[in-house]
C-alpha cells in the first residue's frame, strides 16, 4: 500500500518502517506514508502501540531541504505531529543515528522515545535560518526544561543519547539491537499500562517569561555571540518564550506566522544554499566513487614552521603518526618546542587533557633526515615559498619516498606543475594549501596539476574528511581559488584608502556585511610583508598600464609590517593586538596619492562595499571560465571556510545572483571606465548576464 513506510505486526505491536533514503528525510511523501500508517495501526484491533522506526542509517535526520522553495503539501509536519496526541494507543519513537530537526519534532510527538547509544539528537534549524517550526520550540523545553531546550535550539548543535536521557528528551537506551529493543518496550508498556506521555501539555515549574528572564538573556547573548547578523537563532527564542506565556495552541499559530517570515528570507535562501554547496564541493566532477583514495597510514611534514606545525597538529589529532623534517637539530628543536606550545594552550583552555595532549603529541616525532620519509604514505611539504627551494624538496623527497607515496605542497600559490617536474612521479603531486592556523581552519584547498593522478587528489580530499575539514578542489594559477579570489578585494580596500578613505571606515563597511574582521585588520595581523614579498616576484611580469598597489609598498618600504611592528594600517601599543586610527597612516596615503595624481576625495561607504565586492565576484567570475573553480559554490565555500565569511550570504557569487548579474555588470563598466583594465569585466559575466543566467542557481 504505501512503500515509503512498511507496517508489520509482532506481538500487538505495529512496526512502521520509514525507508526514504539516504536520511528518511520527511518529504511530502514520508509524511503521507506516516499519516497512512498510523491511520493504519489506529483502526487495527490487533494493535496496541506503536513502534516508529527509520530504515537503513538514521531515524529521519528532519524535513526535506531540498522541498523548501516549493509550495508547502498537506500533510504538514505539524499536523503528523499533533494527530499523535491523540491516539490512544502508545506510540514510540526508536531513534538511531541522528534524529534531527523535524526528525525529532516528530518523536517528541511520540509519547515514548528509545534510542541506540549512539544516536544523537538535535534541532539545527538555525544552522538553515529557521527555527524548529513543528512544535519543537513547543514541545523541547516541557521535555527537556527550558535550559536544555534553548541551548539546543539556539545553539543547533546535536546531543549524545546519554545527555538526551539525561535531558528526559530519551526514555530508555537500547543496547544491542535497536528494533526488538523498542519492541520490548512497547511491550512493557502495554503491560504496564503506563499512561501515554503527551509533549504539548503543560509542564510543572516552566512558568511565565519573566520568571525565566536571565536564562533567556544569556541565550539572545549568545545568539548575537555566535549567529552575528543572524535571526534565526533570535526567532526561535522569541518563539520559545511565546510558548512560556501562551497556551500550546496559541504559541503554535504565533510560530505558522514566524516560519514562513524565516522559510521565505533571503538569509534562509543562502542559508539553504551553504548546505548544498558544501556536500556539492565534495564531488569532483570526473573522479566518481569508483577511484579509491589510497591508504594513508603515516605522513610527513616538511617544516616546522608555523604552518607546518598546524599541519602536524591536524594530522596527529586525526589519530596519524606524524614525523615533521627540519633542515637542521636546532630550527627542528625549536619548531618541536612551539609545536608543544600548542598543545599545552589547548589544555590550559580547556579544549583536551592532558592525556590527550600526552597521546597526540606522542604522535609526532621530529628528524633532520629526510630519510625516515621513506614509510610516509603521504608527504605534506610547508617550506619557506621560494620555488627553488620547494624544487629541491621535492627532488629529494623523489629519492626516498616509497612508490605511490602522495606527495602534497603546502604552497598558497606557487605553479604546482612546476614543483612536479622536480620528481619522476609528477602523477603523485598534488596541492595542500591549508589556512593559518592549519590545525584550526577548516578549508583545505586541493590543488590538482596537469599530471596529478585522479586518487592521489581523491586522496588529499578523503584527508579532508578524515582531518575535519571541508575540501574544495582547485586548479593551478596564481594563488589558487581562495587568495586569487580576495586579492581584489585587499586591492581595492588598499586603493580607496589612497583615495581618501580611511582604515577605519573601510574594515568596518566590511565587518557590516558580517565578515568577522576587515580587510585591513586581516593584513596587520598576517603581516603586510608577505604581501610585498609576492608582489616583489611577480615584478617583472606586471602590467604596466594596470594600477599598482604602491601605498601597499609604502607602508612596508617604512617597515609598517603591521601588528608585529606595532604600527601597519592602523597602530597598536606596545604588545598590543587592538587596533587604533594612526594619523599617520592619512598622510602617508595622501603622499603617494599626490605623486601618483590621484585627487582624495569623501568616498561614500557603499562605494566601499560595491568596489571590494564587485573585484572579488569579478575574479570569481574569471576563475569559474578559466575551469579553476569546477562550479561557482566551490568558490563560495572557499569564503565560507577559508575567511569566515558570513553563512547567512551565501558567498560572493550568491551574492552576485541575488544583486542581479546585469547589475553587476553596468557596475563593472563604470569602475572599468574610472579605474582602467584592473576592471576588465570576465567574459563569463557579460554572457551570463546577457542571457538572464546565473552563477549559483
Ligand atoms: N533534506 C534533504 N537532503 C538531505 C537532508 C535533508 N534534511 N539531510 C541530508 N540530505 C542529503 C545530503 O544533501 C546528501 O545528499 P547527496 O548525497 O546527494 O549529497 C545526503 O543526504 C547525505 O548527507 P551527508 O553527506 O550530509 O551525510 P552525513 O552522513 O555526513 O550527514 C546528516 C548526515 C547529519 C543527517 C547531515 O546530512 C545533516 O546534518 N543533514 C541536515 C539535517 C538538518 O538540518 N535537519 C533539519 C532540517 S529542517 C527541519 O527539519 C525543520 C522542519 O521540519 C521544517
Not at 513547543?138 to 531546550?149: E, I, K, M, S, Y
Not at 499500562?193 to 544569556?218: V, Y
Not at 541575488?658 to 554572457?687: C, D, M, Y
Amino acid at each position: 500500500m504505501n512503500e515509503i513506510v512498511g507496517y508489520e505486526i509482532e506481538g500487538r505491536v505495529a512496526v512502521l518502517t520509514i525507508d526514504n533514503p539516504p536520511v528518511n528525510a520527511l518529504g511530502h511523501a514520508v509524511r503521507e506514508g506516516i499519516v497512512t500508517r498510523v491511520e493504519q495501526a489506529v483502526a487495527d484491533d490487533g494493535v496496541d502501540a506503536i513502534v516508529l522506526i527509520g530504515a537503513g542509517r538514521t531515524f529521519p535526520a528532519g524535513a526535506d531541504i531540498r522541498e523548501f522553495d516549493q509550495p508547502a503539501r498537506e500533510p504538514h509536519l505539524l499536523v503528523v505531529v499533533d494527530r499523535m496526541d491523540t491516539i490512544e494507543k502508545a506510540v514510540v519513537a526508536a531513534i538511531h543515528g541522528t534524529a534531527l530537526g523535524g526528525g525529532l519534532e516528530l518523536a517528541l510527538g511520540c509519547h515514548f522515545r528509545v534510542a541506540s547509544p549512539d544516536a544523537r539528537v538535535g534541532l539545527p534549524e538555525v544552522n538553515l535560518g529557521i527555527f524548529p517550526g513543528a512544535a519543537g520550540t513547543q514541545r523541547l523545553p516541557r521535555v527537556a526544561g527550558l535550559d536544555n531546550a534553548l541551548e539546543m535550539i539556539v545553539s543547533g548543535k546535536p546531543v549524545g543519547a546519554v545527555t538526551a536521557h539525561d535531558y528526559g528528551i530519551v526514555d530508555a537506551i537500547v543496547e544491542g539491537d535497536l528494533r526488538p529493543g523498542a519492541l520490548a518496550f512497547a511491550q512493557k508498556i502495554i503491560a504496564d499500562g503506563t499512561p501515554r506521555r503527551i509533549s504539548s501539555e503543560p509542564r510543572d515549574g516552566i512558568g511565565a517569561p519573566e520568571a525565566h528572564a536571565e536564562t533567556i538573556d544569556r541565550y539572545r547573548d549568545l545568539a548575537n555571540r555566535r549567529f552575528r547578523g543572524q535571526e534565526s537563532p533570535h526567532q526561535a527564542i522569541e518563539s520559545v518564550v511565546d510558548g512560556l506565556r501562551m497556551p500550546y495552541d496559541e504559541a503554535v499559530a504565533a510560530d505558522r506566522v514566524r516560519f514562513e517570515a524565516c522559510k521565505t528570507s533571503s538569509q534562509s535562501a543562502a542559508l539553504r544554499y551553504a548546505f548544498f554547496a558544501e556536500r556539492e564541493a565534495a564531488k569532483i566532477p570526473d573522479i566518481g566513487k569508483d577511484v579509491a583514495p589510497r591508504a594513508v597510514k603515516s605522513a610527513g611534514v616538511i617544516g616546522a614552521g608555523t604552518m607546518g606545525r598546524g599541519i602536524a597538529i591536524s594530522l596527529a589529532d586525526s589519530g596519524l603518526p606524524v614525523t615533521v623534517v627540519e633542515t637542521g637539530q636546532e630550527a627542528l628543536d625549536a619548531g618541536m618546542a612551539e609545536l608543544a606550545k600548542l598543545y599545552e594552550a589547548m589544555v590550559s583552555r580547556g579544549r583536551i587533557d592532558e592525556a590527550t595532549k600526552a597521546e597526540r603529541l606522542a604522535r609526532i616525532t621530529g628528524a633532520i633526515d629526510y630519510g625516515v620519509l621513506g614509510e610516509a604514505d603521504l608527504v605534506i611539504e610547508a617550506a619557506f615559498e621560494d620555488l627553488d627551494v620547494k624544487k629541491d624538496i621535492f627532488q629529494t623527497l623523489d629519492g626516498v619516498a616509497k612508490p605511490g607515496a602522495v606527495l602534497a605542497t603546502n604552497t598558497s600559490y606557487m605553479d604546482i606543475d612546476a614543483i612536479a617536474t622536480a620528481t619522476s612521479r609528477p602523477r603523485d603531486v598534488i596541492g595542500l594549501h591549508y589556512f593559518v592556523p592549519a590545525n584550526v581552519m577548516r578549508l583545505l584547498e586541493v590543488v590538482r596539476g596537469d599530471e596529478s593522478a585522479p586518487d592521489a587528489i581523491a586522496t588529499g580530499m578523503a584527508l579532508a574528511r578524515r582531518t575535519n575539514k571541508v575540501g574544495v578542489l582547485a586548479g593551478v594559477c596564481h594563488g589558487f581559488i581562495a587568495n586569487r579570489s580576495r586579492l581584489p578585494l585587499v586591492r581595492e580596500a588598499t586603493f580607496l584608502i589612497e583615495e581618501g578613505a580611511s582604515p577605519a571606515q573601510v574594515d568596518k563597511v566590511l565587518t557590516d556585511l558580517g565578515m568577522p574582521l576587515g580587510p585591513l585588520a586581516v593584513s596587520d595581523l598576517s603581516g603586510l610583508d608577505v604581501s610585498w614579498r609576492m608582489r616583489q616576484s611577480l615584478a617583472a611580469d606586471r602590467d604596466p598600464e594596470a594600477r599598482y598597489m604602491h601605498l601597499a609598498d609604502r607602508m612596508c618600504e617604512l617597515g609598517r609590517f603591521g601588528i608585529k611592528a606595532g604600527r601597519g594600517w592602523y597602530a597598536y601599543e606596545e604588545g598590543g593586538r587592538h587596533p587604533q586610527p594612526d594619523e599617520e597612516v592619512e598622510a602617508i596615503a595622501a603622499a603617494v596619492a599626490g605623486e601618483q595624481g590621484i585627487e582624495r576625495r569623501e568616498i561614500s561607504d557603499d562605494e566601499i562595499r560595491a568596489r571590494c565586492l564587485y573585484a572579488a565576484i569579478n575574479e570569481g567570475a574569471k576563475i569559474l571560465e578559466e575551469g579553476v573553480a569546477a562550479r561557482a559554490s566551490d568558490i563560495d565555500v572557499m569564503w565560507l571556510y577559508g575567511f569566515g565569511f558570513p553563512r547567512w550570504r551565501g558567498g560572493i557569487m550568491f551574492i552576485a545572483d541575488e544583486i542581479g548579474l546585469p547589475e553587476i555588470l553596468s557596475q563593472l563598466r563604470a569602475f572599468e571606465a574610472v579605474h582602467g583594465k584592473l576592471w576588465n569585466p570576465s567574459p563569463l559575466l557579460e554572457r551570463l548576464a546577457a542571457d538572464g543566467g546565473s552563477f549559483t542557481r
